[in-house]
Structure formats: C-alpha cells, structure tokens
C-alpha cells in the first residue's frame, strides 16, 4: 500500500483560497487512483474530488467551479486547489488512495465514497471563518 501525507492546511477567511498536496511513497503511486475527503464535526466523511491514473477528475457539486485536484506521477503527489472557500468548507481535509487496473475502473459513485479507499492519510485541518 501506498503511505499519503497531508500538508497545507490552515485557516482563511471567507472568500479565501488554499491549496492542500499530499505527498505517497511506499509504492507506484502511477497506478493508484486518487481522491480527497473531507470530515466536519458531527458529519459523515464525504468525496470531495478523484483523479484516476489518466488524470481525468471528478467533483462533488458543492466544491465544482471552486476546487481543482491535480497529480503530478513524477513527484507522487496529489494537490486540490480551493478558491472561493466558504465557512461550509470547515473540515479536516484527507488524502486517499486505492490501486486500480487501469483509468476508469471506478465509477463516479465508487470515485467519491470512502468505502472504496484503502489507503488514507492523518488529514490537516481547513477552517474558514466568515
């Protein structure tokens, strides 16, 4: 399994931006698809963004227009842009990965839901104060 790594949280105001990476080692990051979660007080984890091995990416509808994930394969590392933040985007943000057998070997629901990760990051908080 591959070992992920958050870093670039922090806290803004609203209307700010952010950008998280997420740093793997341990395996060929290549073939893993990724993806980014996060976890509000006393919610659910939810998909936030995916990026399959091809690059192609998927986004929540309350994070699309705002946020872009992007993948550098030469580097393992996995980035989400966040502009435009909002008081609703308070969470601990968190890194996720499963290895596929190639690009679309998730479907969209499968991309976004926790349950389909094995491998996580510990997560770095983003908090947004209106």
């Known amino acids: 399994q591959v070992h992920l790594v958050e870093s670039g949280g922090g806290s803004v105001q609203s209307g700010g931006s952010l950008t998280l990476s997420c740093a793997a080692s341990g395996d060929t990051y290549s073939i893993y698809s990724m993806a980014w979660f996060r976890e509000a007080p006393h919610k659910e984890r939810e998909g936030v963004a995916a990026?399959?091995?091809?690059?192609?990416?998927l986004y929540a509808e309350y994070v699309k227009g705002r946020f872009a994930v992007s993948r550098d394969n030469s580097k393992n590392t996995l980035s989400l842009q966040m502009n435009n933040l909002k008081p609703e985007d308070t969470a601990m943000y968190y890194c996720?990965?499963?290895?596929?057998?190639?690009?679309?070997?998730?479907?969209?629901?499968?991309?976004?839901?926790?349950?389909?990760?094995?491998?996580w990051g510990q997560g770095t908080q983003v908090t947004v104060s209106s």
């Open positions: 990026i399959d091995v091809d690059g192609s990416a």
């Open positions: 996720a990965a499963v290895a596929v057998p190639g690009p679309g070997s998730l479907t969209n629901v499968q991309a976004l839901s926790a349950n389909g990760y094995s491998s």
